[in-house]
């Protein structure tokens, strides 16, 4: 059995990790190389003028079948019956089966959760709620359950309430809750995740969130709340699956619903309680009052591309700054905030952002330079820090 901190097994994924006091985030995410391909000249358009198909294909064993977004060479992505993203060899018979005939049929929730019985064996139960199917050990109650379907329906109406687009999801979301982090840990190793020292994730091939129900329980449910955001976001198309969507909008998302008061059914009704203390914290360590250059300089490389998500030590810096923009906009601005996400959903699949078109973009949305934002922004932080 391989640790949890192995190199994934499979070469078309790619791993993106914070590690903030103890806690790590994950996203789970196609590997680039497919956009890579496309910006070395392959017209999106070629793409596009072929419609998706209906294929067959072998996972470990199971025939299924799933639609194929896209292909490209020796990579073909294809979606699942279940929601999951695969990413296939065509070269490869055994596993790419090939064209079908047919119409792509999302599974029904019923169906879904028979899957899952089979996945997970006996010691677990599957509970349905209105938008998930949570797979927890058996006798846990509703209370794993009812916090899922109680995050998704404040993230909806948060969404809605400031004009973004969000849409009915095509798949019962799929949360799974370990027993203790150690049986967690085993599925990630199973699934080639390389993680460790986390409450949860959010896998975006598999479309699950996954975490486990021992240990601090504070934490374990801050995580479950930012996870649980990514998870909402990229099932109601306020984030797109297949797009390349900045991660700054993406984890700024997820740091926005971490407070406690964004559980509560009236979404932390006083503004101070929906401050992400946290983030608030790393921005104060790092930037002091704001009075310097180097917060509109982070500000910047965040919105051009995501290289401060890579490592350490900015990664605390670029969620913490992504916090605090997700944060201004919903507040101060939120038709801005709206039009961020719904031109971001609104992309083209499997198409890269380029640099000039993030900034471009940006600076259009929120009507000035990255600057004057970043002066904006900082009067607001200054403000919050009291
Ligand atoms: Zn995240």
Known sequence: MPEPNDQPSSPTVRIQARRNRGSVCFRYVLQHSLFVTLVLGLPAMSLSATPPALIRFNLNGHLQTGLELIRIGKESVVIGRDGALHSLDPRDSKEYLGRTKGEYEPLGSAELANRLRREFGDGFEVVATKHFLVVQPKGRGRKWPDLFEKSHQIFVRYMTQRGVHVRRGRFPMVAVVFPDSRSMYREFARLGLDVSRVAGIYSNNTNRVMTHDSGHIQMIVATVRH?????????????SRVNDTPRWVTEGIGQLFEPAAMGNV????????????????????????????????????????????????????????????????????PQQFASILNHTAGRPAFKTYERHERIADFERIVGGSTADFAKKLAAYLRHLQG
């Open 227 to 239: 996870e649980a955001a990514h998870q909402s976001g990229f099932n109601s198309g306020v984030h």
């Open 266 to 333: 009236r979404a932390g009704s006083d503004a101070r309680s929906r401050i992400n203390r946290e983030s608030l914290h790393q921005l104060t360590k790092t930037y002091g009052r704001f009075d310097n250059t180097t917060f509109a300089r982070d500000l910047r490389r965040l919105v051009i591309d995501d290289r401060l998500f890579d490592g350490e030590p900015s990664i605390g810096n670029a969620y913490a700054i992504a916090w605090a923009m997700m944060f201004y906009l919903a507040e101060r601005e």
